[in-house]
């Protein structure tokens, strides 16, 4: 579809001040609300894609992000007002060293649109703020991302400080990210991994049983 294209190189080539006007028309024409967030994500693939391969460096990368934030901002608000009932607290963050929350801030409102309540802990976040939350607000399930390697094994620390506090029966740990499968989830002793936000939305009904 045209329109998608325009938004996917618009992401792409960091077209920040045509962004707003392509992604209202696109909603204004209809298109459905995940195919639009499919082709956003698919663009994010193709930014880390020129970056790994040096065809782009970081201010790009951050500039495409940017963008990538501003077609959010505007489908936020449209992927909430489908329901309003809290089923269940989610605490979610990024961890810490890691700055991204771009793919974090995309499971935050598909959860939200599914009714859940989210307490977003934002980024690097440190061990004892998750811990000091947990126990504060004693969230059904706790949900973390990582995108970089060298920030994955911190998931792992904060599941272990969570047994070491005691909390770790009370709270279900989820585990998202680009760098993160299956086997780095059950590794590390989380309950759960999902590859997309859809995804953690059908783990966290399931954690819950419902
Ligand atoms: C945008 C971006 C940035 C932006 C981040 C802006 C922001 N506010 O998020 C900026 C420019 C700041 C950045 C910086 C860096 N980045 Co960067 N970045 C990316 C990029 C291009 C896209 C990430 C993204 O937003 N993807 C789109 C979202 C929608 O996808 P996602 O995050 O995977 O999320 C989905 C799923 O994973 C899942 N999910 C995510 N979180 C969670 C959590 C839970 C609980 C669950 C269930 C699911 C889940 O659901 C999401 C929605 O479907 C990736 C490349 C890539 N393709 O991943 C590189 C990438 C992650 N970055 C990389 C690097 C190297 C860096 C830097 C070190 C670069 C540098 N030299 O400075 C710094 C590190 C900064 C830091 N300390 O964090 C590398 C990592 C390599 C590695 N193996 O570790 C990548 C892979 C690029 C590459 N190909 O080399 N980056």
Request: no cysteine; charged share 25%; hydrophobic share 50%.
């Amino acid at each position: 579809m045209r329109e998608l294209e325009a938004i996917r190189n618009a992401v792409i080539e960091f077209k920040k001040a045509e962004i707003n006007h392509l992604v209202q028309a696109a909603i204004a024409d209809g298109v459905d609300l995940n195919t639009l967030l499919d082709a956003l994500i698919g663009a994010m693939d193709e930014v880390g894609r020129r970056f790994a391969s040096a065809e782009i460096y970081v201010p790009e990368m951050l500039a495409s992000a940017l963008t990538m934030k501003e077609a959010l901002n505007l489908i936020k608000p449209l992927l909430l007002g489908y329901k309003k009932q809290t089923r269940a607290t989610i605490l979610i963050g990024t961890v810490k060293g890691d700055l991204h929350d771009i793919g974090k801030n995309i499971v935050i409102m598909m959860l939200e649109g599914a009714g859940f309540e989210v307490i977003d802990l934002g980024v690097d976040l440190r061990e004892e703020v998750v811990i000091d939350k947990v126990r504060e607000l004693k969230p059904q399930v706790l949900g973390l991302s990582a995108l970089l390697t060298t920030t994955m094994p911190e998931m792992g620390k904060i599941i272990k400080t969570l047994e070491q506090a005691g909390l770790r029966e009370q709270v279900k740990v989820i585990v998202g990210g680009a760098p993160i499968d299956e086997a780095f989830a059950s590794k590390i002793g989380a309950d759960g991994y999902a590859r997309d936000a859809v995804a953690a939305v059908e783990s966290v009904k399931r954690f819950i049983g419902n």
